[in-house]
């Protein structure tokens, strides 16, 4: 199984300033036929089921804010939030949906400083 | 739009089973692969399995194989997982997600979570 590493476990940031999460990957998640990166980035709010944010590492999905950016690419990955808003605050995972079981690091809780 | 709406909460004794439905609108539901995954109390996300709705194909995490079905009836766009033999640390939201297909790939779309709790 691929294991996927979150950095770090809990972050703190004032409001308008920048969240940078990192994830790791055991192995790469590139598929090479087709040069995309099988990895994902969800945001869950207390009580409330998982929310897709990215996928194909960079891509957002519809309805996201800009704020919001995915990068990296192999087994090394970034999200960033660049002025962070009250409704940001969650918990955020990475996933890899490159080969099964699909896998998701353990999760990184944002708070407001 | 998509929508996913598991059954609702269920409490078992150890050692029975629990089957949980998740009824799918707004798409074909025999388009994409339907994944289920579970979340314990306060803990990260685990994958379970997918199901292909089209054939009825399986593929189950291997934590998981010999315990759990997943299962289909195209006639009312509705997918089952089956957890037999439950103990106590099954305790956790369960969830069906659907594919984003060849678009966006990833658990796109989420059903409520239905909880499961395992006592005695």
């Known amino acids: 199984d691929i294991v996927m590493t979150q950095s770090p476990d809990s972050l703190a940031v004032s409001l308008g300033e920048r969240a940078t999460i990192n994830c790791k990957s055991s192995?790469?998640?590139?598929?090479?036929?087709?040069?995309?990166?099988?990895l994902a980035w969800y945001q869950q709010k207390p009580g409330q089921p998982p929310k897709l944010l990215i996928y194909w590492a960079s891509t957002r999905e519809s309805g996201v804010p800009d704020r919001f950016t995915g990068s990296g690419s192999g087994t090394d990955f970034t999200l960033t939030i660049s002025s962070l808003q009250a409704e940001d605050v969650a918990v955020y995972y990475c996933?890899?949906?490159?080969?099964?079981?699909?896998?998701f690091g353990q999760g990184t809780k944002l708070e407001i400083k | 739009q998509v929508q996913l709406v598991q059954s609702g909460a269920e409490v078992k004794k150890p050692g029975a089973s629990v089957k949980v439905s998740c009824k799918a609108s707004g798409y074909i539901f025999t388009g994409y692969y339907m994944y289920w995954l579970r979340q314990a109390p306060g803990q990260g996300l685990e994958w379970m399995g997918w199901i292909n709705p089209n054939s009825g194909g399986t593929n189950y995490a291997q934590k998981f194989q010999g315990r759990v079905t997943m299962t289909r009836d195209t006639s009312i766009s509705t997918a089952y997982m089956e957890l037999s033999r439950l103990r106590s640390d099954d305790t956790a939201v369960y969830y069906c997600a659907r594919s984003g297909g060849v678009v966006r790939g990833a658990e796109a779309f989420w059903g409520q979570g239905t909880l499961v709790t395992v006592s005695s």
């Open positions: 192995q790469s998640v590139l598929y090479s036929s087709n040069n995309k990166n099988f």
């Open positions: 996933q890899q949906y490159y080969s099964t079981p699909h896998t």
